[in-house]
């Protein structure tokens, strides 16, 4: 029985292949023609975070599909002065339905805080944009037990930022040690976590839907349907095995199976 509270919450699983900064035209051309002659995005919601300036050629090489697209950044400002910048106007006007923000490797490599991931989540919300919030805690941060408390942490700067529109969010759980190392945490693991990331949602929509709740690390072909199993696992963002279409179908098809 899934606890009232669960009732609301959007059953249907999301499958994110985030592409990193990886990629051709050639090679975007290649992966999507094998992604759509695949059947993705005919059951579980399907999403491709690609690199900005390939959005436009991603945009006509799914108008035709339900695989949609998303970015992996945008700006916390609206317009103007900000070299190098991306904004949500921009995005928006490229098709995409969701765009990443507060990804590890932002958050490590760019000095990304918890209150700049938060401002760009609202500056997504405010273009029509479905942010996908990423937590997640080093292994450092595991090994000292501070897990639920970093996620949480991460989590509520957006929710204190977004106000009435948290179940308008995605978020997913991406533990930093288990990204791009091959070591992805057990099923038992991530629910753990995803339990305490529902909770914390579900205290903060009130009576609206609670956002889907996604996987992060490492996952696979032969390591999703695990994870995707869980009660609490809404779908999964995937790296490294988004770039292989072969990979990806499967985990796709792993969404598709999976049984709410
Ligand atoms: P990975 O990356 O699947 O290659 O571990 C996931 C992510 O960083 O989104």
Redesign the pocket.
């Known amino acids: 029985m899934r606890p009232i509270w669960m009732e609301g919450h959007d059953v249907k699983k999301l499958i994110a292949g985030?592409w990193?900064m990886n990629g051709s035209v050639a090679a975007n051309r290649a992966l999507l023609d094998a992604l759509k002659s695949g059947g993705a995005g005919s059951g579980c919601d399907v999403a491709v975070c690609v690199p900005a300036v390939y959005l436009s050629q991603v945009q006509s090489l799914l108008a035709d599909s339900p695989i949609t697209w998303a970015a992996q950044d945008l700006s916390a400002q609206e317009v103007g002065a900000y070299t190098g910048e991306v904004s949500g106007a921009m995005l928006k006007e490229l098709g995409c339905r969701w765009v990443l923000v507060g990804?590890?490797?932002r958050r490590q490599y760019h000095a990304e805080s918890d209150a700049l991931v938060a401002a760009k989540a609202q500056r997504a919300l405010a273009h029509g944009l479905t942010p996908i919030v990423?937590v997640g805690e080093t292994l450092a941060e595991r090994d000292a037990d501070q897990t639920m408390a970093v996620v949480k942490r991460q989590l509520a700067a957006v929710i204190h930022a977004v106000g009435h529109c948290v179940s308008e969010l995605v978020v997913?759980y991406?533990p930093v040690w288990?990204?791009?190392?091959g070591r992805t945490a057990s099923p038992e693991q991530a629910q753990a976590v995803h339990a305490v990331l529902r909770a914390q949602l579900a205290a903060a929509c009130g009576s609206s839907r609670v956002p889907r709740i996604l996987y992060?690390?490492?996952?696979?072909a032969a390591n999703a349907a695990d994870l995707l199993a869980q009660p609490d696992v809404d779908g999964g963002?995937?790296?490294?095995?988004?770039l292989k279409a072969a990979d990806f179908l499967a985990i796709v098809g792993a969404a598709d199976r999976s049984i709410p």
């Open positions: 985030n990193k990804h590890s490797e990423c997913a991406e288990a990204i791009g190392t992060g690390g490492s996952m696979n963002l995937v790296g490294g095995a988004s």
